[in-house]
Nanobody, 121 residues
């Protein structure tokens, strides 16, 4: 079994900053891509940022220049530094990891439980 534990969400005023963390634990042999997605009420879940084990990074256009994703491979942890937050960034943020488990062939996708980020105007 693999678990993703997110932390760092909360309430912040527009223009403020928050840092999200997501630590993967369990029966992990290797992790390929880790990333963050978000879902606002009544909307679909969208990709925010992803980073591969080799360090290739991809951002949604809406967060480029404001959010920074980083990763600590030794700790199986991914971070999302969110600066210059806007009310439209309000959503539940989910961590995702593409994991190879010991004794299991192939890559499996795991999701965290989500953490609420609310940006007030």
């Amino acid at each position: 079994q693999v678990h993703l534990l997110e932390s760092g969400g909360g309430l912040v005023q527009a223009g403020g900053s928050l840092r999200l963390s997501c630590a993967a634990s369990g029966s992990i042999f290797s992790i390929n891509t880790m990333g963050w997605h978000r879902q606002a009420p009544g909307k679909q879940r969208d990709m925010v940022a992803t980073v591969t084990s080799g360090g290739y990074i991809n951002y949604a256009d809406s967060v480029k220049g404001r959010f920074t994703i980083s990763r600590d491979n030794a700790k199986n942890t991914v971070y999302l530094q969110m600066d210059s937050l806007k009310p439209e960034d309000t959503a539940v943020y989910y961590c995702e990891a593409e994991v190879a488990r010991g004794g299991v062939v192939g890559w499996l996708n795991y999701w965290g439980q989500g953490t609420q980020v609310t940006v007030s105007s």
